[in-house]
């Protein structure tokens, strides 16, 4: 396997007249979910700073990750995508990287080993600060400010000051996802995601019955490695682990800033992170986040809601991958449990007819999102592990392959989402609620949803 950290196969030079002009035609277009910072001073001086920054990911490291997406598009591999709704400044800790990380690598050993299949690790990690809201503004107790659009825009706390769009927040994104990642890779090159390691992930988390279920299966792991060790097999394959970046391609003006010309190709890359995807809310066909992600050379997602049309879905395929390359595109359906088995299908068979070879992804967390008695946004853990279920029925029954996970999740002994084996309710929100925007999966909820896709695999 590839490592991540080798160096980039040829330098990656910084934004200047090689890139394609067509790189700015995304500036002429309709554009949604922007902040209003455009044309300031400040604004200017962040993204010539940014311009002039190294690249967060190297182009060689993508394009083994469009290899690696292909291979699953064919039904030989399987992505499993995790991370925070919106991460944070505050919370870009050693503790909380670490935990989510080891959560992401628990997971993805849960699905290797149950269903015999590669698995590729992505984290909504390094970079997911920007977020879409449904409406520009927030009112409290009578108040209105700025809704809250993620760190790399605004901060959180209901203030006037707090809630302005500050164009400084774009460097400290970047600086923020370096370090990210620059921990990322080290967890996962230095040892720490040795497989032989597989007891210590468990480490540190509370004891409940997901917890015991991975002890067990981690200990079938130990003996299975002990036996091929003795055997003479060699392991360095084991010590180390690729571990992919991804986040929404939202603020189109940092990922502008990030996008480098490969020296080896000619080519544009966004550095920012392996892989970008385009929300549910900024898909528009004619709009600037899908011209500007069809123009450079990093695997694209696209959300897809229970609106979306197979025309929607087809049009989509010509403009972001004419060229029909596996590993390419990836649509993440987002339906919600009481509409992906009525909705699902039409799109996949459409698309499936048309020749086209994508990744379909399940993201079973947007769809079911509904507020509590208490006033929180929440998730009931059953809905989303049946919209799971459902994803994988529509598949078995087409014949298709069902080929990734994404979710929100976090290593942290969170209350945000209802429910699971260990089940969370709603009295636990006001001590342990900590997202900023969207409820995720608690440590063993990600377990208990990694034994089940696992099962789902394995049939
Ligand atoms: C998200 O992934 O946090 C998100 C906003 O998703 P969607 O675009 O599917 O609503
Ligand atoms: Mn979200």
């Avoid at 400040?42 to 990911?57: G, Q, R, Y």
Wanted: charged content about 25%.
């Amino acid at each position: 396997m590839t490592e991540l950290t080798s160096a980039p196969t040829a330098p990656v030079g910084n934004a200047g007249p090689a890139l394609d002009p067509g790189l700015d035609v995304w500036r002429t277009l309709p554009i949604q979910q922007q902040p209003s910072w455009h044309g300031t001073p400040a604004h200017d001086a962040a993204i010539k700073e940014l311009s002039k920054l190294p690249p967060l990911v190297f182009a060689g490291e993508v394009d083994i990750l469009r290899e690696r997406l292909a291979a699953a598009a064919q039904g030989k591999a399987f992505l499993l995508q995790g991370g925070d709704c919106a991460e944070t400044f505050a919370d870009a800790t050693a503790d909380k990287i670490s935990a989510r990380v080891k959560t992401i690598l628990q997971m993805a050993v849960v699905l290797t080993y149950g269903a015999s299949m590669p698995v590729i690790k992505m984290g909504r990690m390094a970079g997911q600060f920007a977020k879409p809201r449904s409406s520009d503004t927030e009112t409290r107790d009578g108040v209105t400010l700025p809704a809250f659009r993620g760190d790399i825009v605004n901060g959180y706390e209901f203030t006037e000051e707090s809630r302005r769009h500050d164009p400084a927040r774009l460097v400290k994104a970047y600086n923020t996802a370096a370090s990210t990642l620059n921990l990322i890779r080290a967890f996962t090159q230095g040892g720490f995601a040795d497989l032989r390691s597989v007891h210590n992930w468990n480490k540190g988390f509370t004891e409940n019955p997901a917890h015991a279920a991975y002890e067990s299966l981690a200990a079938e792991i130990d003996r299975a490695i002990r036996f091929m060790s003795a055997c003479g097999a060699d392991f360095d394959e084991l010590k180390r682990t690729e571990f992919f970046s991804a986040h929404e391609a939202l603020l189109l003006d940092y990922e502008r800033a990030l996008t480098r010309t490969d020296s080896r190709t000619g080519l544009p890359y966004d550095t920012s992170a392996h892989f970008l995807w385009i929300g549910e809310r900024t898909r528009q066909l004619d709009g600037a986040h899908v011209d500007f992600l069809s123009r450079v050379r990093n695997p694209i997602g696209v959300k897809l809601g229970p609106n979306s049309t197979p025309e929607d879905a087809l049009a989509l395929i010509d403009k972001l991958d004419p060229n029909r390359e596996p590993g390419r595109l990836t649509f993440i359906s987002r339906m919600g449990a009481k509409n992906i088995r009525e909705k699902l299908p039409n799109l996949v068979e459409k698309v499936t007819a048309s020749g086209a070879q994508v990744l379909w992804v399940t993201d079973p967390m947007h769809g079911n999102t509904v507020t509590s008695h208490n006033g929180y946004k929440t998730r009931n853990f059953e809905d989303v592990m049946d919209e799971v279920r459902g994803f994988f029925e529509v598949h078995d029954a087409l014949g298709t392959y069902p080929g990734g996970l994404h979710v929100e999740m976090t290593g942290d002994d969170v209350a945000e989402c209802l429910g699971g084996a260990d089940p969370i309710r709603e009295e636990q929100f006001d001590d342990l609620y900590e997202s900023v925007c969207d409820p995720r999966l608690n440590h063993r909820q990600s377990l208990e949803m990694g034994f089940l896709v696992s099962g789902a695999l394995a049939k």
